[in-house]
């Protein structure tokens, strides 16, 4: 069993940087890759980001490649998204995902979410 906590939504301008935060409990946070996710209102969940359990391979969504970079600290148990250049599209709630594959596709884990708003 894995619990993923997330923090450092809020509310932001375009054009300004947020970096969100996610802690993972357990002795196994090395055992998955980690992405991150995003739900929109009225929207599906969709891929925002995702790494491997080294670090060294990661994945982002057109949408978001070039302004955001996913890192993680396996001492720590914690991932990392940066996200730069906000834009209103980039509004939603964003989770954290913990999956056994390769890189998240269908994650095994899901964290509860945190609001990132992004104000025009």
């Known amino acids: 069993q894995v619990q993923l906590v997330e923090l450092g939504g809020g509310l932001v301008q375009t054009g300004n940087s947020l970096t969100l935060s996610c802690t993972a409990s357990?002795?196994?946070?090395?055992?998955?890759?980690m992405g991150w996710f995003r739900q929109a209102p009225g929207k599906e969940r969709e891929f925002v980001a995702g790494?491997?359990?080294?670090?060294?391979?990661?994945r982002y969504a057109d949408s978001v490649k070039g302004r955001c970079t996913i890192s993680r600290d396996n001492a720590k148990n914690t991932v990392s998204l940066r996200m730069n250049n906000l834009k209103p599209d980039d509004t939603a709630v964003y989770y954290c995902?913990?999956?056994?594959?390769?890189?998240?596709?269908?994650?095994?884990?899901w964290g509860q979410g945190t609001q990132v708003t992004v104000s025009s």
């Open positions: 357990g002795r196994t946070f090395g055992s998955y890759s």
């Open positions: 790494i491997s359990r080294s670090g060294q391979t990661t």
């Open positions: 995902a913990a999956d056994s594959g390769f890189l998240p596709t269908r994650p095994d884990y």
